[in-house]
DNA sequence: CGACAAACGGAGGTAGCCTCCGTATGGTCG
DNA sequence: CGACCATACGGAGGCTACCTCCGTTTGTCG
């Protein structure tokens, strides 16, 4: 990959976030070329349709979660725990229409998309297991329950910080062990 | 109103409801003229946009959903209750893309959709209120713990729905009194 | 430094959004 | 029953976005 190509593709990385958390999964292809100074051509070369340049911004935006997931081995089970459902939460926030998004779009090669994913299940299967080793977290809760009640609290509270807030202090007190 | 522009109402908010649930909310408003057999013109002056037509249609539901919830009350309590679960996450899962759309929309007049949501909720806290009250669910839950355990079941269990069904069963066995 | 593969840019064809206004028609009143 | 007009209809047209295609530019390697 020719150096100005590598660069040209985290511009419109940055810029495609930028315009995606402004609009929405519906920003507007030519628009985020244009804040990328570059050519609609340009745009279309790395990443050839819509849906190809949301799964490129998620998967990327997955590594970091899974990397700040896996630096919480460094902090004590039960605090690790809440951190991470913290952050899940937080990823759930700003990603949650574009995700809709990219969900309801079919077919293709997700690949990329699928290894993110299981990456991110994979750091935060390990962090549930150590919180309930240690006897911080209910031994039946399954990562499958916690996404319910992530997505579901994030649903719920929606436009009510103050109510999030509460509720998530209800729901890492009841996962206690 | 007359009676022609009654008929062709009813006829694109029909045609909209087929496009919507086919393509999401992105659907063609043109295509959705061109289903009903109307002009474009003709749909914009029934709903000035997309986004009132998308609310006018919500709208509509609820209010059907709201008849049905209604209609529980000559159920025992406890089969009330579990019928209007089910209910929630069928009207959910059908609309869940829809609603999300009209969330992200700002401004505007929205007192027809803010009445139906009112109305909604209403009938389900009656449900709600006599199956507590008949000991059939636990007093301390709120519609709004319901809102989130059923979002979150929704999201948790995309496509797949054993799964969903498994999850339901042991939701609706936890909340039992 | 020269050559060429790789990358860029943007014109252009298509389609959807929404507006505007000329035309058609249902309902009402003499 | 017929004529009038407010109400409603249709679609052309201006605009913007999507995506393709191809002529031009540029980084890189011998």
Redesign the pocket.
Known sequence: ?????????ERLLACAHEAFTEHGA????????RRA??????????F???EALLVALLSARLRGLTTYIDELAGQEPAEAFANWVRASCEHGKTYRGIAIGVMSMVLGDRTEFDDACAAAKAAGDRVLVRAQEAGAVRPDITRAHLVALVQGLILATEDDPELFDTLLSVVLAGLSG
């Open positions: 990959m020719r150096a100005d190509a590598r660069r040209n593709y519906d920003a507007s292809l030519e628009d985020i070329a100074g570059l050519g609609i051509g340009t745009l279309y070369r790395h050839p349709n819509r």
